[in-house]
């Protein structure tokens, strides 16, 4: 079973920042993707960034140039460091991983984190 963990979210002011963590456990062969989303209130869940296992980054134009996914395979987490937060990043976000265990034979599934609030303020 993998279960993953996010933290890392809170009340910041316009203009700060937030580092959100995600960290993945359980019976895990490797991690290939990892993948930030968020949702606002009354809004479809929006792909925010992806960091592959190639380390090639991937950001929605909303926040490119503030954000930045990075990923630390010894510890199974990733990172999404938000700088120059403003009151339209308020958001759940979550962090998904495609994840390969091996029960019997090797597969691959996304997995989910609980999410976390991230609420600026203007």
């Known amino acids: 079973q993998v279960q993953l963990v996010e933290s890392g979210g809170g009340l910041v002011q316009a203009g700060g920042s937030l580092r959100l963590s995600c960290t993945a456990s359980?019976?895990?062969?490797?991690?290939?993707?990892w993948d930030w989303y968020r949702q606002a209130p009354g809004k479809q869940r929006e792909q925010v960034a992806t960091i592959t296992g190639g380390i090639n980054t991937i950001y929605a134009d909303s926040v490119k140039g503030r954000f930045t996914i990075s990923r630390d395979n010894a510890k199974n987490t990733a990172y999404l460091q938000m700088n120059s937060l403003t009151p339209e990043d308020t958001a759940v976000y979550f962090c998904n991983a495609n994840i390969r265990t091996y029960s019997g034979s090797y597969s691959y599934t996304n997995y989910w984190g609980q999410g976390t609030q991230v609420t600026v303020s203007s």
């Open positions: 359980g019976s895990i062969v490797s991690i290939g993707a």
